[in-house]
């Protein structure tokens, strides 16, 4: 028979207690890490909420492009996320469109949309097509700049100008054109029309 030796034994056992350690640690971080993922998402789904409600409050109102109109844009904020609709022709039959949805936008985004320093905005929202993005500026900023007569900018369809927040109503929008006068209208073709 074999002698055991007792170096051999130890070494044995310090192995497989080290290999049992770390086995166990490994099992500990992975429930730790879902622990912390789980936490994680909790906690952005109740950030997210609060930021929308932060964004809300920032944002929600009706908007127009001249002082001398009345709203055409409305933000506002239904079933916990932000919305944006705009204002229909009388013909329509009702006051707003459909919602689109509008998102929060990073800062570090804002040279996408307008030629301003991202340091002088307090937040930037805007529709996930960004056919739509509106920013607010810091009041200290808006105040010392002569360009600026308003603390909201807004990127319509790929320009940027003030845009200014007015009191909302609820009044049907005029048509641009009266239906029954349309008699100094002329369609005069372009280049070659066949006729068939």
């Not at 009706?62 to 009345?70: A, F, G, L, N, R």
């Not at 009388?90 to 800062?107: N, Q």
């Not at 007015?166 to 002329?186: G, H, K, P, R, W």
Request: with cysteine; aromatic share 6%.
């Amino acid at each position: 028979m074999k002698q055991l030796s007792i170096s051999k034994i130890g070494s044995s056992l310090v192995l497989s207690s080290a290999a049992l350690l770390l086995t166990a640690c490994n099992n500990n971080q992975d429930n730790s890490e879902a622990t912390t993922q789980t936490a994680k998402t909790a906690a952005e789904s109740s950030s997210s909420t609060v930021d929308i409600g932060q964004y809300a409050k920032q944002f929600s109102g009706c908007y127009t492009v001249s002082h001398d109109e009345p709203a055409q844009i409305k933000v506002s904020q239904q079933n916990d996320r932000l919305v944006m609709q705009m204002k229909e022709p009388k013909s329509a039959g009702r006051v707003w469109d459909d919602p689109e949805p509008l998102e929060p936008i990073d800062l570090s985004q804002t040279k996408n949309y307008f030629s301003i320093n991202k340091n002088n905005l307090t937040a930037i929202i805007g529709r996930p097509d960004r056919v739509f993005v509106l920013a607010n500026i810091k009041p200290a900023y808006a105040n010392i700049n002569p360009m600026l007569d308003s603390e909201y900018l807004g990127f319509i369809l790929q320009g940027a100008n003030t845009i200014y927040k007015v009191s909302c109503d609820d009044a049907v929008n005029m048509d641009l054109i009266d239906s029954e006068d349309m008699s100094n209208i002329t369609v005069k073709p372009i280049g070659k029309v066949e006729v068939q």
